[in-house]
């Protein structure tokens, strides 16, 4: 079983430890011991709550999409240039870059510092672990 420390349960979700620990007293999450007696979150609940989280945030109501990729997060940057326009999102601890044309980035007004959800649609994905742990 994947446990993971307050500090790595806090960068995973794009919080701060001091919300991991709030969300343990409100019993929001629970939390055990390790072996060397650090307190730890279990992976399986801590997804069922990043799972929580994401739909919260992206539940609009605006409609219905097939992607199911959505990251919430603030506009960073929008720089347009000629044809085409750059959009960067920082959703929690990852950093979404769009390319559009200019006219959409014009139609969308964004701005620094705006609320904007990244909805990603690809055929290929590829999933990486970084574990400690060795699996046979």
Do not use: Y
């Not at 240039?81 to 014009?106: H, K, N, T, Y």
């Amino acid at each position: 079983m994947t446990h993971f420390r307050i500090a790595e349960a806090a960068g995973l979700l794009g919080v701060s430890d001091d919300t991991v620990r709030r969300w343990i007293r409100d019993r929001v999450l629970t939390v055990s011991k390790d072996d060397s007696g650090k307190q730890v979150v279990d992976g399986s609940e801590l997804a069922a709550h990043a799972q929580w989280l994401a739909h919260a945030a992206t539940d609009d109501g605006d409609g219905r999409s097939s992607a199911r990729n959505r990251f919430v997060g603030l506009v960073t940057k929008v720089e347009i240039e000629g044809l085409m326009a750059q959009v960067e999102l920082q959703c929690g601890p990852f950093r979404v870059v769009s390319l559009m044309s200019s006219e959409a980035a014009r139609e969308l007004r964004l701005q620094v510092g705006d609320r904007g959800v990244a909805v990603v649609k690809a055929t290929t994905v590829i999933i990486e672990t970084h574990s400690k742990e060795t699996h046979p």
